[in-house]
């Protein structure tokens, strides 16, 4: 099975700040990542496939990179909607999720 | 727009079944590979298991191989995941999710139906 690791696991962060989330697999994922953010009481929401491509509706303050084991998610300019938890997830083979690094205002 | 209802969770206690039901509307639903995945509050996500679009191809994690059965009836536009000797562990919300194509891309997810098995 494949594993993702995220860090940090919480990251305390102020409005305007840009921010880095890490995701690794445990073995080659290619370019096979999503991200997703969940907000208290929500479901998750797609903001990024294939590692960089950013779904359709999702601000371009996000932007995400990577390939093969090490992987990011960036926002660049945080705004108060932000502050939510986020989710790496493999699709190499079946699907793994990361425990997901919460985002809380500092 | 796109819909995923869930229904069918509860408490049941440990051996037990429930059949979980997802009606999907707003898309063409015999066009798309379908999953569930689940959640304990205030925990992370683990994917469940996964059905083709024509309900002849299924995956399962390894935790409910063998218990839980996904499957669809592309007529009535519904998913399905029975579960059965269901385990305190399988406790948590189940999310129904629409795939993206071929790939496990979770592009449209329901609302989620609690299960806890407990005695």
């Known amino acids: 099975d494949i594993q993702m690791t995220q860090s940090p696991s919480t990251l305390s962060a102020s409005v305007g700040d840009r921010v880095t989330i890490t995701c690794r697999a445990s073995?080659?994922?290619?370019?096979?990542l999503a991200w997703y953010q969940q907000k208290p009481g929500k479901v998750p929401k797609l903001l990024i496939y294939?590692?960089?491509t950013l779904e359709s509706g999702v601000p371009s303050r996000f932007s995400g990179s990577g390939s093969g084991t090490e992987f990011s998610l960036s926002i660049s300019s945080l705004q108060p909607d932000d502050f939510a938890t986020y989710y790496c997830?493999?699709?190499?083979?079946?699907?793994?999720f990361g425990q997901g690094t919460k985002l809380e205002i500092k | 727009e796109v819909q995923l209802v869930e229904s069918g969770g509860g408490l049941v206690q440990p051996g037990g079944s429930l059949r979980l039901s997802c009606a999907a509307s707003?898309?063409?639903?015999?066009?798309?590979?379908m999953h569930w995945v689940r959640q304990v509050p205030g925990k992370g996500l683990v994917w469940v298991a996964r059905?083709?679009?024509?309900?002849?191809?299924?995956s399962y994690a390894d935790s409910v191989k063998g218990r839980f059965t996904i499957s669809r009836d592309n007529a009535k536009n519904t998913l399905y995941l029975q579960m059965n000797n269901l385990a305190v562990e399988d406790t948590a919300v189940y999310y129904c999710?629409?795939?993206?194509?071929?790939?496990?891309?979770?592009?449209?997810w329901g609302q989620g139906t609690p299960v806890t098995v407990s005695s």
């Open positions: 997830q493999q699709y190499d083979t079946y699907a793994t």
């Open positions: 294939k590692a960089s």
């Open positions: 073995q080659s994922i290619s370019s096979w």
């Open positions: 707003g898309f063409t639903f015999s066009n798309y590979w």
């Open positions: 059905t083709d679009s024509w309900g002849s191809g299924t």
């Open positions: 999710i629409r795939g993206r194509g071929v790939i496990n891309v979770f592009d449209y």
